[in-house]
């Protein structure tokens, strides 16, 4: 087979817009284009899932996504293209691996083959390789399996190729995918390594290869910890502990669905190390491993929210960073969110890093400062503490349209919870409260707006937090369809998808059962 050429050049240039592209002419807010997200990358239209590919190279940030290029229902799995010099401004482009009559397109991952180790291109011009997992389908002679194949570019992105010989990968498996390739170096040895999930039998599979075509088992690790559904999109990344290049820990992250602490789709981590062959949990984090016997919440979720999946890192971030994104959504009712023409968005890009927080190393997680030092402070701010004793206080009206970055602060009084209700009025809103009987941060949405599509959307999320120095400081990411919470300095993450009514606009304060005092508070708007 020959080589076939599968996709146009880049469009020609145009002003990206936040969260999207700004190829296409001014929308009518009507429908639910009202709860297109300002600062969230969504396609202009029709179904997108997992991030893929995610790869920055040459000074852009590319994000391929799992992709219908024709529908707003997934199917015609393919991989859309955006890219983005900031994180913050998408440009979307033309599909960039599309599905075939043999093939859907399903989750992987990109690399810059620096070396041309893959013959792919050349010394000169080396190439960069999509590894995806090829679901093939009818009238394919693999029908029914799932095995990794190789898609490459020599222009930097725009035109994919498919490798004449895939699949590079094939295990006989129905349910191999999703591959994460990253390039090890250790000591005088420098490899390609996969991790991909044998999705049924919840194990990650490690495999070595020196030229991306030809791969070696390295070792298996699982099932452990959470099991109750189908390991999806793995990573594996190694991180400074404390900012110390000299005592690093390697960080292995098993997206699962359904099984999340949450309900439904979630994404689990593993902290420990990894040889070059094996990955070793270590038995410090939260609950060690085991076999999956443990109440869910004992083990370790980058986010306590029911809208971050598939959340995997960019290869190559500049600096070390670590960065990463995951789809806004969740399994259980992702068919039926008000979505329209437009239907999925990426969460916020996060970087992680490791921390030690009473003796457990843990991931930190902040909202990249690309996008975190646009907000500006806007009027609404609180000018001094308030006590809140008992009561529902309103704070300030905020913009319905626009997105915003929402900082309270709080000191506990005799009150057993207290928070912040968003997008309010009329008995609506969404609520992200601290009990203090219970030592949790919650978000209840069980009257942000729109619930009633799917009954499984109605939820109330929760996530111990350590507080600090006796305070709650709440930061708080609100597009329009969505509230991304961070609290105990990046430990605790809640991402939720939001449909509030368009009239409710409150932003209030409360407490019940005595009283709480909000020390500050401060609205940002992008600048
Ligand atoms: C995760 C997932 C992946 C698969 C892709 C198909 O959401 O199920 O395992 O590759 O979506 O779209």
Excluded at 206 to 233: D, I, Q
Excluded at 331 to 357: F, K, N, Q, S
Excluded at 377 to 403: F, K, M, W, Y
Excluded at 427 to 451: E, M, Q
């Amino acid at each position: 087979m020959n080589p076939k050429t599968i996709n146009h050049a880049l469009q020609p240039a145009a002003k990206p817009r936040p969260g999207g592209d700004g190829v296409e002419p001014p929308r009518e807010v009507s429908g639910s284009e009202n709860y297109r997200p300002a600062i969230h990358y969504t396609p202009r239209r029709n179904w997108i899932n997992d991030p893929n590919g995610l790869l920055h190279h040459n000074g852009l940030y590319h994000l391929f996504y799992q992709y219908n290029p024709n529908s707003s229902v997934h199917a015609n799995m393919s991989w859309g293209h955006a890219s983005s010099t900031d994180l913050l401004h998408w440009e979307e482009h033309p599909v960039a691996i599309p599905c075939d009559e043999e093939e859907q397109i399903f989750s992987g991952s990109a690399v810059f083959d620096a070396h041309n180790s893959s013959g792919l291109g050349t010394v000169d011009n080396p190439p960069l390789v999509a590894v995806y997992t090829s679901a093939y389908t009818n009238p394919s002679a693999l029908a029914g399996r799932q095995a990794q194949s190789l898609a490459y570019s020599l222009d930097g992105g725009s035109i994919w190729t498919k490798y004449a010989a895939n699949p590079v990968l094939d295990r006989g498996s129905a349910n191999f995918r999703d591959p994460k390739v990253f390039r090890h170096t250790q000591g005088e040895a420098s490899y390609w390594v996969m991790v991909a999930v044998e999705a049924q039998a919840r194990t990650v599979e490690l495999y070595r290869s020196e030229n991306l075509t030809e791969w070696t088992h390295l070792s298996s690790f699982g099932p452990a910890n959470a099991t109750g559904g189908v390991w999806e999109c793995p990573d594996l990344f190694e991180l400074p502990v404390d900012g110390d290049p000299d005592t690093t820990r390697w960080m292995l992250v098993v997206n699962l669905n359904p099984g999340g602490v949450a309900g439904g789709s979630g994404a689990q981590y593993f902290i420990g190390t990894f040889n070059g062959t094996t990955f070793t949990p270590e038995n410090t984090t939260t609950a060690g491993t085991d076999a999956g016997t443990k109440p869910l919440r004992q083990y370790d979720w980058l986010d306590w929210g029911r809208d971050y999946y598939a959340a995997v890192s960019y290869n190559n971030a500049p600096d070390g960073r670590r960065i990463m994104t995951g789809w806004m959504n969740n399994w259980d009712y992702a068919a039926d969110v008000p979505h329209e023409p437009w239907c999925g968005a990426m969460t916020l890009p996060r970087e992680i890093t490791l921390t030690r927080h009473h003796g457990v190393i843990r991931p930190s997680q902040h909202v990249v400062p690309e996008i975190d030092n646009k907000f500006k402070a806007a009027a609404a701010s609180s000018d001094g503490p308030r006590v809140i004793q008992d009561e529902i206080q309103l704070l300030a009206t905020h913009d319905a349209n626009e997105a915003q970055r929402i900082d309270a602060v709080f000191t506990p009084g005799t009150g057993t919870e207290f928070g912040l209700i968003i997008r309010g009025g009329n008995g609506h809103g969404t609520r992200i409260a601290y009990n203090t009987s219970t030592g949790c941060l919650h978000l209840d949405r069980t009257k942000s707006g729109v619930v009633a599509f799917n009954s499984l959307f109605s939820s109330i999320e929760s996530v111990p937090v350590h507080l600090s120095n006796g305070t709650l400081a709440l930061h708080i990411y609100l597009d329009k369809s969505s509230v991304e919470v961070f609290t105990a300095d990046g430990l605790a993450t809640i991402t939720d998808q939001i449909f509030p009514l368009e009239t409710s606009q409150e932003l209030s304060a409360y407490a019940n059962g005595g009283s709480a005092t909000l020390d500050s508070l401060t609205i940002g708007y992008l600048s």
